[in-house]
């Protein structure tokens, strides 16, 4: 079965760069979620989108910003990196016909390290 | 908004039984979910608690009581690769935002 995919996998920036990050949904989900994990934490909501449109943001900072593609694809774009910007960020998404969106299925995530 | 609170860390025994709880305070309420994070990877679903009573999926089992704000998820005949961390997590039914927010973890250790 399809999983999201995420690329890629880990990344290495310096303090005041910028990272893109990708998310490929599973097929038929129409709803696609950005999460940040830090060391030892809970992962806390940055953003979603919902048939191509900003739906919910989270916790993001005005330093970073999100979108969806015609081809329901994802991109989490950061700038002006800082070192507790280092942590796992999963994408994230859910069915059209779920009735309740609980049910979450995550990529692998994307280990940023920011030096 | 939403606060869970959990055990951050449970310690058992292969093949005993443990039970992780889950209190959580919400204004709006859609029902409790569980999720399963192994060290470096990512959440994965276990179950979904929308009423009262007990959801029973293979050696997991998850229970919801909406009276006292508090689930839990119950492991059994426990295996060494169910070292991970659990999480609890809610949605908010105020605002309908369909993202997660999720309790602090619990970290189980298996033992042989």
């Known amino acids: 079965a399809a999983g999201v995919i995420q690329s890629p996998r880990h990344l290495i920036k310096e303090k005041r760069e910028t990272a893109t990050l990708k998310c490929y949904p599973i097929?038929?989900?129409?709803?696609v979620y950005w999460y940040q994990q830090g060391p030892g934490q809970d992962p806390q909501f940055l953003i979603s989108?919902?048939?191509?449109?900003?739906?919910d943001k989270g916790s993001i900072p005005d330093r970073f910003s999100a979108q969806q593609f015609s081809d329901y694809h994802s991109e989490l774009n950061m700038s002006s990196l800082e070192l507790g910007d280092s942590a796992l960020y999963f994408c994230?998404?859910?069915?059209?016909?779920?009735?309740?969106?609980?049910?979450?299925?995550f990529g692998p995530g994307t280990r940023l390290t920011v030096l | 908004g939403q606060s869970l609170e959990q055990p951050s860390e449970v310690t058992a025994v292969e093949g005993a039984i443990v039970q992780i709880n889950c209190t959580y305070q919400?204004?709006?309420?859609?029902?409790l979910s569980w999720y399963q994070q192994h060290d470096g990877g990512a959440p994965t679903f276990l179950s979904y608690?929308?009423?009262?009573g007990l959801e029973e999926t293979g050696r997991f089992s998850s229970f919801l009581s909406r009276s006292d704000s508090y689930g839990y998820l119950l492991l059994q005949e426990l295996q060494m690769k169910d070292s991970a961390s659990y999480f609890c997590?809610?949605?908010?039914?105020?605002?309908?935002?369909?993202?997660?927010?999720f309790g602090s973890g619990t970290r189980l250790q298996v033992q042989p």
């Open positions: 994230a998404s859910s069915p059209r016909d779920s009735s309740t969106y609980n049910e979450q299925f």
């Open positions: 097929p038929r989900h129409d709803t």
């Open positions: 989108f919902y048939e191509k449109m900003q739906s």
């Open positions: 919400t204004s709006g309420f859609y029902g």
């Open positions: 608690n929308a009423l009262d």
């Open positions: 997590a809610v949605r908010d039914r105020d605002t309908g935002r369909r993202a997660l927010t």
